[in-house]
């Protein structure tokens, strides 16, 4: 996970560790690579430019030239600034309704059906709670089944009803269900497309409107980059949502969404997906993230 990146960032601040004396002129062309490094990562310019100019501040504030380690003192620097930029102490769900809904949006291929039974075995497992899954894309009835498969595998109930057509109708009725049989939480899966459009966006902006989840995550691949972070603007515009997922961080080498998405929506990250198997789901914590990426 995001071995380029660190690898870069560990040569940029290798070489200021090596130097006997530190100097303003040294300091820059570090973070002058850090930034570099951040680039390639594919975040955005302008975060890594505000990125190492916050850096730069705190070095000169805190007197990085004449401390008696500058180079460890330049790498933690860095590394709570990384932490920040990723979003600072980790965030839960919220699981307060009687049951808590949760609906999932994102592109398609996003990894949302494989999530939603990763993130309805973690309930079941580490939070003793009751799920039900819920099939709302209408239009592949293959992605229908996929969620049988992904709720089979979990030993988790899927509420479907194929041939309907209207989502919010299955949502509610599906609500309505978890009620009656005890389930506690509904996550819902929808109907994702290959890029945003206007359709996608208001089929989930009326099913949200209409249940009012007590949690709406948007689902992203993390190994897309800067188009994720674009397409977080896009679903966030639209639907406010409450923290994203970034899938797929086993094969991401780079790393730019995980860090700038945050800067970008606003919005926490609140899983990483790492494999396709249905354990393969972690809390995402902001400081473990940076301490793995500086090493
Ligand atoms: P959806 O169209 O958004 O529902 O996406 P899917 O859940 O069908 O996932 C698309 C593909 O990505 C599938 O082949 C999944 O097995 C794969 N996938 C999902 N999450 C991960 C992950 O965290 N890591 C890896 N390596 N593959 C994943």
Known sequence: ????????????LHVLKGHGQITEVNV???LKEVRRA?????????????????????ALGQDVLTALKPGQMMVKLVKDELTTLMGGDAEGINLSGNPSVILMSGLQGSGKTTFSGKLAN????????????????????????????VGDQVGVEVFSDEGNQDPVAISKAAIAHAKANGHNVVIIDTAGRLAVDEAMMTEIANIHSAIQPQETLFVVDSMTGQDAVN????????????GVILTKLDGDTRGGAAI?????????????????????IDVFY???MAD????
Do not use: W
């Not at 919005?267 to 198997?277: A, D, L, R, V």
């Open 286 to 288: 902001p400081s473990r």
């Open 38 to 58: 951040l680039v390639d990562a594919d975040v955005n310019y302008k975060i890594a430019k505000e990125f190492t100019s916050k850096v730069k501040e705190k």
């Open 1 to 12: 996970m995001f071995e380029s990146l660190s690898d870069k960032l560990d040569n940029a």
């Open 292 to 295: 793995r990426i500086l090493g």
């Open 231 to 242: 397409t977080a603007k896009a679903f966030n515009d639209r639907l406010n949502f409450d």
């Open 260 to 280: 700038s998405i945050k800067s970008v929506v606003n919005k926490p990250i609140k899983f990483i997906g790492t494999g396709e198997k249905m354990d393969a």
């Open 122 to 149: 973690y309930l079941k497992t580490k939070k003793s709670k009751n799920p039900l899954l819920v099939a709302c894309d209408v239009y592949r009835p293959a992605a229908i089944n996929q969620l049988h498969v």
């Open 28 to 30: 820059a062309e570090t």
